[in-house]
């Protein structure tokens, strides 16, 4: 797996203790964090997919925001997710999921970090087969 950033030592601790595959990638000046075959709920037409994460350059004191999930996710039902835009990310098609905090879960400098944004991810997953 790439290294071509380092991750806080936090980070890196919650993603290992999560047993987590992953790697961070710089494409055009832009950090990006992608677990490799991240959990998907049932209903999905995947089990697993690669989740990548932008890392902002002020991070961690800003939010990451929204996910990325390659290869595309759709809900078995038939049911359209909304609110999503390809995008190429290293040679893959990614699928954005524009998805974003609100003011009553704003980030927390100090608090967030990659790993608390993968439960923001685990619930907007979960949140689409409810809608």
């Known amino acids: 797996m790439r290294r071509q950033f380092q991750l806080t030592e936090e980070d890196e601790e919650c993603l290992a203790a999560r047993g987590l595959k992953w790697e961070t990638v ?10 490799d075959a991240y959990p998907i709920p049932e209903k999905y037409n995947h089990r697993a997919a690669a989740a990548a994460l932008r890392i902002p350059p002020s991070y961690p ?3 990451i925001d929204m996910v990325y999930f390659s290869p595309a996710l759709a809900l078995v039902s038939g049911k359209v997710i909304k609110q999503l835009t390809p995008l190429t990310l290293d040679g893959k098609p990614y699928q954005q999921w524009s998805r974003h905090r609100t003011a009553e879960n704003p980030w927390r ?14 619930s907007w997953l979960e949140r689409e087969l409810k809608i």
Not at 26 to 35: A, G, P, Q, S
């Open 26 to 35: 710089v494409e055009n000046n832009t950090k990006w964090l992608i677990v």
């Open 61 to 63: 004191d800003d939010q």
């Open 109 to 122: 400098p100090g608090l967030d970090n990659a790993c608390t944004h993968l439960l923001q991810v685990d």
